[in-house]
């Protein structure tokens, strides 16, 4: 965890918790991201499961895609991607097979996190592939969301 967080990640995590409230808007659960590249958004990305029957439709894999469109490259070693909820396993997947450089995340996912929740994939040996991985930016906020997305389901 880091303490303290440049102004940067602040706005990138902004810039990613909108996406979430687009989602929530949209019915989705709401998780968003941002990748990142020279202080620049270059791409962002919501939940779209549902909305485009997509079980691959988290908010970092839209994110990851169009990033990789807007770079015309598969590989993104100097983006870093920024979430509101810590990647599952699938994410964390895509994020190896991306080579994100580093990922920022909001909350903890206690039920699907594959960053130290859960699982800790990037401590996995198997992976070729190591990044950054700095969780908690704004998690207050980003857990709000997705309780009172949740709540207002029950």
Not at 10 to 19: H, I, N, P, W, Y
Not at 67 to 93: I, K, S
Not at 96 to 101: F, H, L, M, Y
Not at 105 to 133: C, M, Q, W
């Amino acid at each position: 965890m880091v303490s303290d967080w440049s102004d940067r990640d602040v706005a990138s995590m902004r810039a990613a918790l909108a996406e979430a409230g687009i989602a929530a808007n949209a019915g989705e659960v709401p998780v968003g991201a941002a990748v990142v590249v020279n202080g620049d958004v270059i791409a962002i990305g919501r939940n779209r499961t549902i909305g485009d029957c997509d079980p691959s439709g988290h908010a970092e894999i839209v994110a990851l895609r169009r990033a990789a469109q807007a770079l015309n490259n598969h590989r993104l070693p100097d983006a870093t991607l920024y979430v509101t909820l810590e990647p599952c396993v699938m994410c964390v997947g895509a994020i190896v097979q991306a080579r994100i450089g580093r990922i920022v995340f909001g909350a903890y996912d206690p039920k699907a996190g594959a960053l130290g929740s859960v699982t800790d994939l990037s401590e996995s040996k198997a992976l070729n592939h190591r990044f950054e991985i700095n969780g908690g930016l704004l998690a207050e906020e980003a857990g709000a969301l997705l309780k009172t997305f949740f709540q207002s389901r029950r």
